[in-house]
């Protein structure tokens, strides 16, 4: 009897412990939770001076870049598949550097980058922002965070951990000034693994007075709450429409997280049944004098993302396109296309503009 007591004592001990540990662990998360400021100043670096000309056409890029994890053999357990991390740590600088020089090899004018890691567990502390620069050593820069996470101790045997990262834009244009937006997110606990969401603003001056507005955004994916995404959308479009009012140009790219045709899983005949994170973009909800930009619906049309449950392997992963651009009516569009890059670097495919500003 002394003996099995001794035993019981011991179990509530443990037991005890364990959840003392679950306990601080909580209010560590609950105490570390905060949001980045709204309306944050972004100081750009490596500043030029060129100005952007009316009727001459540019070029601009938009990367979302996977925190350099997703080589086409990586399934992500966000997406019902097994990693947390990136496979190691020459995966993320491989894969960084391939995604980099896919776009070193477009000439962009401006180039966009979503999921940059500064300093994250999941890409082994690998300082994508750096190895950006490094890759486009003459174009002005800036960043602004969007994931400033406390330790997600999640899955248990390989924990997701901290993350530090943003957004990054670069320009081969003097970027005036630049202004971190804070988008509503969703109040639920979601927020503990979602990111900070925001949309960077970044100002190049024009030629004939005016600015051209570069928002560079990654809208949410992972959300209970599905009226915060069209609080987002309505918020990102208010904020163009004024800039559109006051006679600048604006153009929106990046990883909209919705299926920005509506009907990707009919336009790419998917086998798996369509995730809920891919719910159609609400273009109704685009002000006037706004307007997506996509490439022709026809049987050459690139999927820009792929679902991260399982491996890749083409005709069986749910595709759609996620990333894309809006433009302001002044901005014209001479062509736009989804690159088709196997997805070797990233679960995104970049996408390219050319395009010119209004008189």
């Known amino acids: 009897m002394k003996k099995k007591r001794v035993i019981l004592k011991s179990i509530l001990a443990v037991l005890g412990v364990f959840l003392l540990v679950v306990l601080g662990y909580v209010i560590y998360v609950f105490a570390s939770y905060h949001r980045i400021e709204d309306r944050l100043a972004v100081e750009p670096e490596n500043n030029v001076e060129a100005m952007v000309q009316t009727q001459t056409p540019y070029k601009i890029t938009t990367f979302n870049i996977g925190f350099g994890a997703y080589s086409a053999d990586y399934s992500f357990f966000m997406d019902g598949g097994t990693e947390s991390r990136a496979f190691s740590k020459d995966a993320v600088i491989e894969n960084t550097d391939g995604a980099a020089g896919l776009i070193s090899n477009l000439e962009p004018d401006f180039a966009f980058f979503q999921e940059v890691d500064l300093d994250a567990t999941r890409s082994y502390h690998v300082n994508q922002y750096e190895m950006l620069k490094e890759w486009f050593p003459d174009l002005a820069v800036d960043f602004a965070l969007n994931f400033d996470s406390a330790y997600l101790f999640y899955p248990i045997l390989e924990p997701h951990g901290k993350s530090v990262a943003g957004l990054a834009t670069f320009s081969r244009y003097r970027i005036e000034s630049a202004m971190r937006r804070s988008l509503p997110i969703d109040t639920s606990p979601m927020k503990f693994v979602d990111l900070d969401r925001c949309y960077v603003v970044s100002r190049i001056p024009v030629e004939n007075g005016r600015e051209l507005c570069l928002y560079n955004i990654h809208l949410s994916a992972y959300t209970k709450d599905g009226s915060i995404r069209e609080d987002q959308i309505e918020m990102l479009s208010e904020d163009m429409q004024q800039e559109y009012g006051k006679g600048n140009y604006v153009v929106c790219a990046g990883d909209f997280n919705q299926d920005l ?57 749910f595709v759609t396109v996620l990333d894309g651009f809006i433009l302001s009516e002044n901005v014209e569009c001479t062509a736009v296309e989804n690159i088709d890059a196997g997805f070797r670097y990233s679960d995104h495919n970049p996408v390219l503009l050319t395009f010119q500003l209004g008189e």
Do not use: H
Request: aromatic share 8%; with cysteine.
């Open 261 to 317: 045709y509506g009907n990707s899983a009919e336009i790419f005949q998917s086998k798996q049944e369509t995730p809920g994170w891919a719910e159609a973009f609400p273009k109704e909800m685009l002000g006037k004098g706004l307007r997506l930009q996509l490439p022709k619906v026809d049987e050459n049309l690139v999927p820009t993302c792929r679902n991260a449950d399982r491996p890749y392997v083409k005709g069986e992963n």
